[in-house]
């Protein structure tokens, strides 16, 4: 019945003018702070599904999208929220965002709930927000930290280690990945050698290598942020001699940790959130036209969180959050025709016509009840000065 009525006012609305003027939508990530480094890739994936959707003609009857951005900074909640506020008085309707998990269920409970403003975000982890209770406002195209600290230790076993040195970013993420990692490692008979966090912002990490190497361990595993106090651990770790292996988190894969310490690293593992399916290559041609690198964190995931809005928008006809969050959960699962990026145009007239669309994306989204993705992730390891996949996991 509501695909009936959505194409009954899509068929009207073909004899008049658009009926929503410019559609704004924000994009909420933490542009500055320890992060700062992954947003702006982030960021720009997210316009490139956006800018398709309004170049189409096919979106809410020739309706184009305006993207707001806000600045986080992963530091300060209130301070989040304050600068969330401020776009959604400026008229935005959803949310890409965000990323740190105490700033995310901040934005959530203060800002996006109350205005009843669906967020989907690319990247924000935490295990807290799978049953946090979000009134169907949130989703995310990325899978929780239980699942990731699954993968880093079934990458850690299969590469033979039995010992491993653990050392984490002392803030909700780098807890909440070591503590699922922690447990993963253990019940595969892996010896734990030694435990400490890390701050970041400090310009000497000597303290915690040495501590770390004089317990021993064939690696140390390093969850944590490459341009903050991760690539400072590995640093002193490298000058020292104490390690030459790393198991690496997802948010420690980029090319600027490469560039800074090159072949140090190839002896070194990790993973990010990715596939090797097709919506996956048909993302990188459109990143690589766009100067993206879409081997950089969560930008495929981007992507999918601003395509997945634009055609639940198209699925409901309808801008408000209380009516397309419904639609989500449709359009991102089977049954339906296949999605890929590049394809938004298509799935725009699909939906338009009343038919059923299941987007794949560039990461080959499956979206739980609750809103969780069910993921994806690749394997990857250095090689010639870049991070390369090994495989898909």
């Given amino acids: 019945m509501k695909n009936l009525v959505g194409f009954i006012l899509l068929f009207l609305s073909t004899f008049t003018k658009p009926l929503y003027g410019e559609v704004k939508i924000g994009i909420v990530l933490d542009f500055t702070g320890p992060i700062m480094s992954l947003t702006p890739a982030m960021a720009t994936s997210a316009d490139l599904a956006f800018k398709e959707a309004s170049v189409s003609g096919s979106f809410l009857n020739g309706e184009t999208i305006k993207t707001i951005k806000a600045d986080t900074k992963c530091v300060n909640s209130a301070d989040a929220s304050k600068s969330t506020d401020?776009?959604?008085?400026?008229?935005?309707?959803?949310?890409?965002?965000?990323?740190?998990?105490?700033?995310?269920?901040?934005?959530?409970?203060?800002?996006?709930?109350?205005?009843?403003?669906?967020?989907?975000?690319?990247?924000?982890?935490?295990?807290?927000?799978?049953?946090?209770?979000?009134?169907?406002?949130?989703?995310?195209?990325?899978?929780?930290?239980l699942r990731d600290g699954q993968i880093l230790a079934d990458i850690t076993k299969d590469k033979k280690i039995k010992s491993v040195a653990i050392t984490y970013t002392n803030d909700y993420y780098g807890k909440s990945l070591y503590e699922a990692y922690k447990s993963a490692v253990e019940a595969y008979d892996?010896?734990?050698?030694?435990?400490?966090?890390?701050?970041?912002?400090?310009?000497?990490?000597?303290?915690?290598?040495?501590?770390?190497?004089?317990?021993?361990?064939?690696?140390?595993?390093?969850?944590?942020?490459?341009?903050?106090?991760?690539?400072?651990?590995?640093?002193?770790?490298?000058?020292?001699?104490?390690?030459?292996?790393?198991?690496?988190?997802?948010?420690?894969?980029?090319?600027?940790?490469?560039?800074?310490?090159?072949?140090?690293?190839e002896k070194s593992i990790g993973f990010k959130h990715g596939s090797t399916e097709k919506g996956a290559s048909l993302f990188t041609k459109i990143a690589n036209k766009n100067n993206v690198d879409s081997f950089d964190p969560f930008t495929n995931e981007s992507y999918d969180a601003a395509a997945l809005l634009v055609l639940s928008m198209q699925a409901a006809y309808s801008t408000d959050g209380s009516i397309f969050k419904d639609s989500i959960l449709e359009i991102a699962n089977s049954p339906g025709t296949k999605i890929?990026?590049?394809?938004?145009?298509?799935?725009?007239?699909?939906l338009s016509d009343g038919k059923k669309i299941n987007y794949e994306g560039a990461t080959g989204v499956t979206l739980l009840n609750n809103g969780d993705a069910k993921g994806s992730f690749l394997e990857v390891r250095v090689k010639g000065n870049k991070f390369k996949t090994i495989k898909q996991r």
Avoid: W
């Fill in 340 to 350: 890929y990026p590049g394809e938004i145009k298509k799935g725009l007239e699909l």
């Fill in 86 to 145: 401020k776009i959604i008085t400026q008229g935005i309707v959803a949310i890409v965002g965000s990323v740190c998990p105490k700033i995310t269920e901040e934005i959530l409970i203060n800002s996006a709930i109350p205005n009843k403003i669906i967020m989907i975000s690319p990247a924000a982890t935490s295990p807290r927000l799978t049953n946090f209770d979000n009134y169907g406002y949130f989703f995310r195209t990325v899978p929780s930290d």
């Fill in 190 to 265: 892996i010896k734990i050698t030694a435990i400490i966090p890390h701050e970041d912002g400090k310009t000497d990490y000597s303290s915690e290598t040495s501590y770390l190497a004089s317990a021993g361990g064939d690696a140390l595993a390093v969850i944590g942020y490459q341009d903050k106090g991760g690539k400072g651990v590995i640093q002193a770790s490298l000058d020292s001699g104490a390690f030459d292996m790393f198991i690496l988190s997802d948010q420690m894969i980029g090319q600027s940790l490469v560039d800074t310490f090159g072949k140090s690293l």
